[in-house]
């Protein structure tokens, strides 16, 4: 064989007159390659001082790993969910060298290896290359911090990098991945915020690629900011470790990162309803007032979350005896009504020797300490404060056990806030020096600071699992890439401006693609007074948002649902009640996405990426595959451009048709939020009026929207209980249908996969919306029907008693 044999094609989209020198001065390269080894799954390349090993973990997943020989581990961070075992590919790695060149060709990609100067391109199955380094950047140091530069192509996009601000593509800044009590307000400037997820997905068109950097350390991304054609990556410490997926599309690489971090587990149904909170409720009298005001209104509410003020002193685990005497009774009263209490636990615990918990975890020495064995001291919400060391299985048992009580009493959900973890010092969180002993393998709290959530929220979760046997809902502000596997997200302290409603959007999807696919913003804002009319705009956006939680601090305008008065109670009333009609689907895709890891709130891109009109489109968002969303984001404004991908749409409020590939100006009086539902598409919804979502759905309606050409499409129907994990034994009702639409007919297939739940949906209702004209004929099963279906105002309604081998024909 010869070198050309093993060439890639042409670097397609690098310009071939860009030097590719790295744009970082006094950037140190390891030394010459001295060796190179075929291994077990994967390549090692020797250096002199150093080593680097290319991993195979599954079809389109491999991990680089770079370090010095001394230090060299195949160790990952705890938000690697997958072990490597070789073993298992079903696809073995092909090794091919040549010259200056070595190719490791593995199922879905390969990695073309340069040894002089050392770089790694990476290929897809065709032999193109998708992403290549910077030659001589691969790895090195820079002032002592790891780092590597890659290409960019001049029509790439980058998206995910986890909680940030700014439109949807990440290209050209600079990014911080350091977990940060960020109070200031969240302009495009404002970096670092809560969560760090150090994963970026790279976009052209069949041509994507993500790239995971296991690394827990301070890091940075300067994407295309100091040179529009290069990526640069530095942590401060440990070693260059990342995973490169490959797509080629979007949805390809989400999936592979899921897989490989984790996926969104399936969360109790209540946890998808409306959430009431505020900094904070108290007393306890008032709480049971708040509840009885939602019943009265008759607006559906599934939570109330409460605020430090309900302890003593913001001793965690504790309740303040005057504002709370029986909090047993309060959860009693609130579960009548259908209302899950959330009680706030921050990591901090007050050091106070009659403080129970305090002195349990000095005792067993469970708290963070300096190497010489001084006990860290912060001040936040309690006064001085010490902080459990989280990376012990041990401590996490320890707090584990601390949630029992809570839990026996009724309290059915945790709030992790302030756990960056953040403190009242110039730095915010922490010193750096203090020490981790992370179960005999110890280190600073610079390595351990964006750890230290994902870890308190393992615990968290393992609490309700173990105490309450049900699934658990835990909600966290700050988190690391796999937090996904243990908690709920919010975007932390946002504003009540309408630049804050709007970012709500593009930061959403890329922590959706980034794997956190259920989160939310504070609707109204946290900080600042909302208005009736920001309060309302920002509701009807947030009934979609996969956490839905209404939310403002000390100090500020109440900001309930009636807080306002007419005509906005109303009109807010109405989003509120639609979320709970909507959540048979919002439910569906709930179970889609712990399968697949696909997010169900999308940027439009993720559902049409052939389209360059939403690449970078900031201000509209899909709910799956199917619904489209154009909030108004401005203060007195009644209408609004909207864009239209793929074929076709319905005006969800009017079922007028709207062709694809266009722009429209959409009406948006205050009481509408323009949506749109995509053609031959099913949605699912309830028409239940109840205001909590009990034990599941009673009825189920499936909204067709035909197509107007010829279209298929697939999908399923779940149901399960809820709340339990019988599901995971089998215990859920699956049903697999196919839509097919023509200009003639339209056809619905209904198979039955799994029938193990017998519980909730009795009735069932198929309902055809934007028809022109009363249909010509009806076949259900093979039989032509004519007095069994309604037909009215452009909707054809057939009522059915259950779904099983169900084959609908309907003819136009």
Request: proline share 6%; charged share 25%; net charge negative.
């Amino acid at each position: 064989m010869n070198s050309s044999e093993i060439q890639p094609e042409a670097e397609e989209g690098f310009d071939q007159n860009f030097s590719g020198k790295s744009m970082i001065s006094n950037f140190l390269f390891p030394e010459k390659v001295k060796a190179v080894e075929e291994i077990s799954g994967g390549l090692r390349v020797d250096f002199a001082k150093h080593r680097l090993e290319l991993l195979w973990y599954r079809p389109g997943v491999v991990r680089v790993i770079f370090a010095d020989n001394s230090n060299f581990s195949r160790k990952t961070t705890p938000a690697v969910y997958r072990k490597f075992a070789p073993e298992k590919l079903a696809e073995k790695t092909d090794y091919q060298e040549e010259a200056n060149v070595v190719l490791l060709s593995g199922p879905d990609c390969s990695v073309r290896v340069e040894l002089a100067p050392f770089s790694l391109n990476f290929l897809d199955g065709e032999g193109e290359i998708i992403q290549a380094d910077v030659p001589g950047s691969s790895a090195g140091w820079w002032r002592n911090q790891v780092c590597c530069q890659k290409k960019l192509r001049p029509e790439e996009r980058i998206y995910g990098l986890g909680e940030k601000t700014g439109f949807l593509d990440k290209r050209g800044r600079n990014y911080t991945m350091w977990n940060t009590d960020a109070y200031e307000p969240h302009v495009p400037s404002t970096d670092p915020l809560y969560i760090s997820i150090p994963f970026y997905l790279g976009f052209i068109p069949g041509k994507s690629y993500g790239v995971y950097f296991d690394n827990s350390y301070r890091s940075h991304f300067d994407i295309g900011h100091s040179s529009s054609r290069q990526l640069w990556y530095r942590a401060e410490g440990g070693s260059l470790d990342y995973f490169w997926l490959a797509g080629p599309e979007l949805k390809d690489v989400i999936k592979s990162y899921t897989w490989l971090t984790g996926r969104t587990p399936l969360p109790p149904l209540w946890s998808l309803g409306y959430h009431q909170s505020r900094y904070s409720y108290y007393p306890q009298e008032k709480v049971l007032e708040l509840a009885d005001k939602f019943r009265e209104n008759k607006i559906p509410c599934d939570a109330i979350h409460l605020d430090i003020h309900y302890m003593d002193g913001c001793r965690v685990f504790t309740w303040d005896q005057d504002r709370f005497p029986r909090p047993e009774k309060l959860a009693e009263k609130l579960e009548e009504k259908g209302i899950k209490p959330v009680t706030i636990i921050d990591p901090g615990v007050k050091i106070d020797p009659e403080y129970q918990v305090y002195r349990s975890g000095q005792q067993q020495d469970y708290f963070c300490r300096y190497l010489d064995g001084r006990l860290c001291r912060e001040e936040v919400w309690p006064g001085e404060t010490a902080f459990p060391d989280f990376t012990r299985e041990e401590v996490r048992r320890w707090w584990k056990s601390l949630h029992k009580d809570f839990l026996n009493s009724g309290i059915r959900g945790f709030w992790n806030d302030m756990n960056e973890p953040a403190a009242f010092n110039d730095s915010m969180t922490l010193d750096e020096e203090v020490e981790h002993l992370n179960d005999g393998d110890p280190g600073s709290h610079l390595r351990f600071h964006n750890l230290y959530a994902l870890e308190e929220a393992r615990a968290t979760s393992s609490a309700i699992k173990e105490y309450q046997r049900e699934r658990p809902f835990v909600l966290t502000r700050a988190g690391f890439a796999g937090i996904q596997r243990y908690a709920a997200a919010w975007t932390g302290d946002n504003r009540s401006f309408w630049s804050d409603l709007e970012l709500v959007m593009p930061m959403l999807a890329n922590l959706g693609m980034s794997g956190l696919g259920f989160s939310g913003a504070d609707v109204g804002g946290f900080t600042g007074d909302a208005s009736g009319e920001l309060l309302t705009r920002w509701i009807q956006l947030g009934a979609f948002m996969p956490f839905f939680r209404n939310h403002t601090s000390l100090n500020t305008r109440n900001q309930e649902p009636w807080a306002f008065g007419e005509p906005y109670t109303s009109i807010i009333k109405r989003y509120i009640r639609l979320r709970y009609q909507l959540l048979p689907e919002i439910y569906n895709l709930f179970y889609q996405q712990a399968e697949n890891g696909l997010p169900l709130w999308r940027p439009l891109v993720l559902n049409y990426p052939g389209d360059p009109e939403t690449h970078n489109l900031s201000d509209q968002v899909m709910i799956g595959d199917s619904l489209l969303l154009a909030p108004v984001v401005r203060a007195d404004s009644r209408e609004r451009r909207v864009y239209l991908p793929g074929s076709g749409w319905y005006d969800f409020w009017s079922g007028k048709y709207y062709q694809g590939a266009e722009s429209y100006l959409i009406a948006a009086p205050l009481e509408k939020i323009p949506i749109f539902v995509s053609e031959n598409s099913l949605l699912l919804t309830t028409e239940s009026d109840k205001l909590h979502t009990g034990r599941g759905f009673s009825d189920l309606v499936l909204n067709i929207y035909p197509g107007r050409k010829q279209v298929e499409t697939s999908g399923n129907i779940y149901e399960d209980d809820g709340i339990s994990f019988d599901y995971q034994e089998g215990k859920y009702n699956l049903i697999n249908y196919q839509l097919e639409s023509s200009e003639n007919n339209l056809k619905l297939v209904l198979k039955t996969e799994k029938q193990n739940y017998s519980g909730g949906i009795q009735d069932y209702t198929i309902r055809l919306a934007g028809l022109e004209a009363s249909p010509r004929a009806v076949e259900l099963n093979g039989k032509e029907i004519q007095d069994k279906f309604n037909y009215q105002a452009g909707e054809l309604e057939l009522v059915l008693t259950e779904l099983d081998q169900i084959k609908l024909v309907v003819k136009y």
